[in-house]
């Protein structure tokens, strides 16, 4: 009796025969696929949401957008990661008192032809329109000046500083960085506290 039953309601909840070849003509494109995302990720998912004390899932979010925006303009990923690290320490809201906003601290005044594009200042409080436009902006500067420590100089406005601490600081993100994700994860005191 039990057999019937079983068999009965999966009858009822069978797709009926009408439909099969409607279902079978929707395109695969309709559904894209997702991006491969890199393993590197959740380990720094992982890493930056406890380093910065912030939650997962905003952080997932952070990570994926400099994934995609490096991916997009041809930079490393943690290149992108260490100047968010060292500029805004993750903060979406973050503004200096030069005027720089969000996550890669991009100062309105030098960017306004850019900005238009995105769709105006507020632009810059998007976590995904920031990266991406600073990703752009950085990768503008490095082509610009020939050399990865001159665009990070003149990113931050220190072209003219010959000690090229601002790039020294950004590199020096970037290695702890591949240090947790070569380590898959682990985290070390320094990497955990230092800045």
């Known amino acids: 009796m039990a057999t019937l039953v079983t068999l009965a309601a999966d009858e009822a909840y069978a797709p009926h025969a009408a439909f099969l070849p409607a279902l079978s003509c929707i395109p695969e494109e309709t559904f894209p696929a997702a991006a491969p995302r890199d393993p590197a990720e959740a380990i720094l998912v992982k890493y930056l949401s406890r380093r910065f004390l912030i939650a997962g899932h905003a952080t997932e ?12 303009v041809g930079l490393d990923p943690l290149l992108v990661l ?12 973050a503004e200096s008192v030069m ?8 100062i309105p005044k030098y960017h306004q032809a850019r ?4 769709g105006g200042e507020a632009a810059l ?7 991406l436009l600073g990703a752009r902006i950085l990768q503008e500067y490095v082509y610009r000046t020939g050399t990865l420590e001159a665009g990070l100089q003149y990113y931050n406005g220190a072209f003219r500083d010959s000690s090229a ?3 020294q600081k950004v590199m020096a993100e970037r290695d702890r960085l591949l240090e947790v994700v070569l380590g898959g994860g682990v985290v070390t005191t320094v990497a955990m506290h230092g800045s």
């Open 99 to 106: 005027g720089a906003k969000g996550l890669m601290q991009i």
């Open 61 to 72: 979010q952070m990570v994926g957008a400099a994934y995609r925006a490096a991916r997009e």
């Open 165 to 167: 601490q601002y790039a």
């Open 82 to 93: 260490a100047v968010i690290s060292v500029e805004s320490r993750f903060n979406p809201i």
């Open 125 to 131: 409080l998007d976590p995904e329109s920031n990266i």
């Open 115 to 118: 900005l238009v594009e995105q």
